[in-house]
Structures are given as structure tokens and as C-alpha cells.
């Protein structure tokens, strides 16, 4: 398995990429948590007691689209791990091409209306299978990392750790602990509060700051992986 050679740097961008992400589907596609399944069922259930809310039918499909982000995203990283493949490079390359994919149908779709229009469901979906590609990929290869799509865990550990410090009981790995966990959620909010902003001046567009971070991270992991590799 090909871990990256610095877990800040994937931690903190990883989690601003998934805030962002999370953020611009929600503000774009009539509620839409890309990132959060939960989010989404508990929307669902809003909309099946309240039959004036729309768009129940992309929510609904965005469970199997995500699902289906996780699985393809395992099996990958099955076959290239049997090969010593770079599987981290791979998989990253895989949620790039699914977020381009929900920018282009995202623009196609603009401008939203009060209706989802088939553009708006493919970018919807397309979107939500790139963050079950991030999950996976978080849960299988970056697993030394503290998860940087869903904060609820991050923010419970930050405030056990917290309270360990401020009662003098915490050790050296609780501090270490803290910023593990810290950076990823800072990031996560600050990604969400750019998306926002971002989209309302740009659109579907703002999809390309995603694009570049990961597009970065790729090239970071890509030149580490050779680098790893001794000369002959």
C-alpha cells in the first residue's frame, strides 16, 4: 500500500476538498449532501412526510451512486494492490475524473431551476460518487489519517482530547492526537465556507478549485511514489 509521504498535507486537503465538495452540491442541487449519506436519508424522510419538498428522487439515487463509488473504489484498489500498483495515485485519479464529470454537467445544467433536470441529476450523482471514491479511499489507504469527510468523529475525539489536556492527564500522543485530528476539521470547514461563496459568484465552475487541489495531491503522490522506488 502507498501511503503519502506528508499526512498533514493529505489530512488538511483531503478535508477542505470534502467540505467544499459537500457544500457546493447542497447550495447547488436542492439539498444534496454529496459526502454525508445520512444527511441525505434524513432528507428523505423530510420530504416523504412533506410531499412539497422536491427533488426526493436524486436523493434517493444518491445512496446507490455513492455506494457504488465505494465498491469500484475497493475492487480497484484490489486489483492494482495484487499487481504492487500505486493505488493511492489511482484511486485519486478516479474521484478527479468523477468531480470534472459533476463541474461539466453541473455547468451543462445551469442554471438550476425549481425542477432536477437530467443534467442536474448526472452531476448530481457523478458528484456523489466522487465522495464515495474519497470515503473508500480514506477508509482503505489513508487510513493513518483522521477522516476527512465526516467531522462528527474528529470534533467528539477533539473534545475527549481536550479535556485530558485542560484536566493534566493528557500524554504526549494526546497532543499529537489533537493536531491529527485538528487540521482535517479546520480544513473541512473552511472548505465549506469558500464553497459557498465561491458558488454563488461562480457557479458550478468553483468545481475547479476541487479539481486543482486533487490534480496537486495526485502530482505530490505520483513523484513520492517514484521516488520511493530504488534505481536500478
Known sequence: ???????RLFGTS???LAGYVDTLGFIALFGLFTAHVTGNFVLIGAALADASRASILLKFLAFPAFIAGVAVTRLMVLAVERRAGPSLT???LLQWALLAGFMVFGILAEPIGKDVSSMA???GLLGTAAMGVHSATSRLLLAHLAPTSMMTGNVTQIVIDTVDVLR???DAATHARCGKFFWPLAAFALGAIAAA??????????LAVPLLLLAGLIIVQHRSGHAAVPAA
Do not use: T
Not at 1 to 7: F, G, L, V, Y
Open 168 to 170: 493534566g492527564a493528557a
Open 1 to 7: 500500500m502507498d501511503q503519502p509521504p506528508h499526512s
Open 197 to 206: 461563496f465561491a458558488y454563488l459568484a461562480f457557479g458550478f465552475v468553483a
Open 14 to 16: 483531503l478535508g477542505f
Open 121 to 123: 441529476m448526472a452531476a
Open 90 to 92: 489511482l484511486a485519486m
